[in-house]
């Protein structure tokens, strides 16, 4: 089967960096969109970042310029990260990767604000990793 499998959470002070990981294996779709998510206590799911199997991304407006997201395709593992710089308290959240079959699914569902919590809608998830940003 399909796993997710991140790593990376820490803590840390405002304005340091941490770099989450997202082994992917037993996923073979070459045109999926992988993604990180997020979500805070009492907040909703976030994307906050996808990039598509061509290598476009998406970014929320939170963390342009400050996230980074990249992939790497094997022939049945995929590697995802996301380099986070300059982490703000309002970061603090539970990280998860993602990653859908259906191109452009994980940004049109954000605009549409209908997925509040995580781990839902999208086809694979992994379990999530904490990253706390302390002021």
């Known amino acids: 089967g399909v796993e997710l499998v991140e790593s990376g959470g820490d803590s840390v002070q405002a304005g340091g960096s941490l770099k989450l990981s997202c082994t992917i294996t037993g996923f073979t779709s070459a045109d999926s969109d992988m993604g990180w998510y997020r979500q805070a206590p009492g907040n909703k799911c976030e994307l906050v970042s996808v990039?598509?199997?061509?290598?476009?991304?998406?970014?929320a407006d939170s963390v342009k310029g400050r996230f980074t997201i990249s992939r790497d395709n094997a022939e049945n593992t995929v590697s995802l990260t996301m380099q986070m710089n300059s982490l703000k308290p309002e970061d603090t959240a539970v990280y998860y990767c993602a990653a859908d079959t259906m191109s452009t699914r994980m940004t049109a569902i954000q605009r549409m604000g209908i997925m509040t919590a995580c781990r839902t809608v999208m086809d694979y998830w992994g379990q999530g990793t904490q990253v706390t940003v302390s002021s």
């Open positions: 990039i598509s199997s061509d290598g476009s991304t998406y970014y």
